[in-house]
């Protein structure tokens, strides 16, 4: 069954020309998703060779994907997605350069099957926003050695006011997960924990002013351990099967 929110994500291609938080059109927007993908491509180069395969699901429009082929270079890189306006847009976003090593398809996490022999998942984003999270981990398991999520930090007592009180959160039906449930899911079926980052202090839809200020803090925060845990606003992990 596709998801409540596809309509949601849908909207946003149809009013911005791309998902909301991937037009740039707050500073607070870019500087988040700037720093979140240089960590997921740090990940990828000290964990595995530019001659992988990468699946991108739930690539939205495509956005990230190209930030990926275009900074690590792995040796294909296929984005999947159920918003088929989104995957328009991705299509859109394929430069000649790109387009020996980058595709995008309209596909669901729940039933994804690696097209050319694809190892890696990366999935920014996206558990969050899905009905049934340990349904997509279980199907997930049998078809990548290697999964890298990035999800809204579920030890954050600001994300979840954020989740209750946003509009934008509401309509594109978001929560948080506890980290240790997440890693129980995924280590249920046959994955430990490679490695495990929680960052960032800046909301993506906040008010300039503030999200300055919170990044000058950042690195002061992210330097205390428990502060940490319970302020910043990323959970970036690496799951290797067992």
């Known amino acids: 069954m596709p998801e409540r929110n596809i309509r949601a994500f ?26 979140q993908t ?16 990468v699946a991108d699901l739930g690539c939205g429009d495509g956005t990230f994907t190209i930030e990926i082929a275009r900074r690590f270079r792995p040796s294909h890189i296929w984005g999947i997605d159920p918003a088929a306006l989104a995957i328009e847009a ?39 926003h899905l009905d049934d999270v340990r349904a997509a981990i279980a199907h997930l398991a049998t078809q990548f050695q290697a999964i890298i999520i990035l999800e809204p930090n579920g030890y954050s007592p600001i994300l ?33 924990v490679s490695s495990q980052l929680c960052f960032g202090l800046v909301p993506c839809f906040c008010p300039t002013p503030v999200a300055k200020f919170l990044k000058i803090a950042e690195p002061i925060v992210e330097a205390v351990p428990f ?7 990323t959970n970036l992990i690496l799951y290797k099967k067992k």
Not at 17 to 33: H, K, L, N
Not at 227 to 233: A, F, R, T
């Open 10 to 35: 849908n909207n946003d291609i149809t009013s911005h020309g791309g998902y909301v938080y991937a037009t740039g059109e707050r500073w607070s927007s870019r500087v988040t998703t700037e720093r």
């Open 38 to 53: 240089d960590e997921i491509v740090s990940l990828l180069e000290r964990n595995f060779p530019p001659s992988v395969k």
């Open 90 to 128: 991705a299509r859109r976003r394929i430069t000649p350069d790109l387009a020996p090593t980058v595709s995008f398809e309209v596909g669901s996490i729940y039933d994804v099957t690696p097209k050319q022999g694809e190892t890696v998942a990366v999935i920014r984003g996206v558990l969050h």
């Open 160 to 192: 979840k006011i954020i989740e209750k009180l946003s509009p934008y959160h509401r309509a594109h039906d978001e929560k948080s997960y506890w980290p240790p449930a997440l890693n129980r899911w995924f280590e249920a079926s046959g994955f430990s």
């Open 227 to 233: 502060v940490k845990n319970v302020s910043c606003g």
